[in-house]
């Protein structure tokens, strides 16, 4: 049984370009959570996405950012025109059901580094 | 407001040697607490989680950590470290939020193990 994927796993961008980073979840698990981890700090939450639905996005910049998680595919983090402060790693994770004590089940992350 | 404090950056134990790594949470109600691991360039790996019962909760890889509600701690513990122990580590609260529920990770203890 595969765990959570992420990719690309490294991700280079130019500033005003466009960052898409994927997440399959783990199989059967239908909730998604994507968090960012800035270089020597935790993982800040970003958005909690259940198939086709977003439940909470409230850790998400207003502009810029957007998440998707369709019915068919993995998830989808964007980030339009981005910007060096955008450089961080991004975490995906996924878990069985929403519960408060679910087992959240992280994928490797992707490395976005914007120059 | 929520929050999850993790006092030591850095730790360096030697090889054999007890660790504690120290966790403090913010949370009014009963906390969902959990403690993560998370090797270079990997994703962070659930270690132990607490919700309700015995406050001394046993792990993978030898860990153990213990509730304290007096103390709003959650401190992780092994008896004999291992050079792999080398890492970094996440303590995280869970609690309900709108929409559902949100993980808040602390900084993070980066662990050295010398020979």
């Excluded at chain 1, 961080?88 to 976005?112: K, V």
């Excluded at chain 2, 407001?1 to 660790?19: N, R």
């Excluded at chain 2, 504690?20 to 790996?45: H, K």
Aim: net charge positive; with cysteine; charged share 20%.
């Amino acid at each position: 049984n595969a765990g959570v994927m992420q990719n690309p796993r490294h991700l280079v961008r130019r500033r005003g370009q466009e960052a898409r980073l994927r997440c399959s979840p783990m199989k059967g698990h239908s909730h998604v959570y994507w968090y960012r981890q800035l270089p020597e700090e935790g993982l800040k939450f970003m958005v909690y996405l259940q198939k086709e639905n977003i439940i909470d996005e409230s850790g998400m910049p207003k502009e810029r950012f957007s998440a998707e998680f369709p019915k068919e595919g993995p998830s989808i983090l964007r980030i339009q025109q981005v910007v060096r402060g955008d450089s961080a790693a991004y975490f995906c994770a996924s878990s069985l059901a929403g519960g408060l004590g679910e087992t959240q089940y992280f994928g490797p992350g992707t490395r976005l580094l914007v120059l | 407001a929520q929050s999850v404090t993790q006092p030591d950056i850095h730790i360096t134990v030697s090889e054999g040697a007890s660790l504690e790594l120290r966790c403090n949470y913010s949370y009014g109600a009963t906390p969902y607490l959990f403690w993560y691991v998370q090797s270079p360039g990997q994703g962070l790996q659930l270690l132990l989680k607490y919700f309700s019962g015995d406050t001394l909760v046993q792990g993978i890889k030898g860990f153990e950590a213990e509730f304290k509600r007096s103390q709003s701690s959650f401190n992780l513990r092994k008896p004999s470290v291992h050079w792999s122990d080398a890492a970094e580590y996440f303590c995280a609260v869970a609690h309900l939020n709108t929409g559902g529920f949100k993980t808040i990770f602390g900084a993070g203890t980066r662990l050295f193990v010398k020979a």
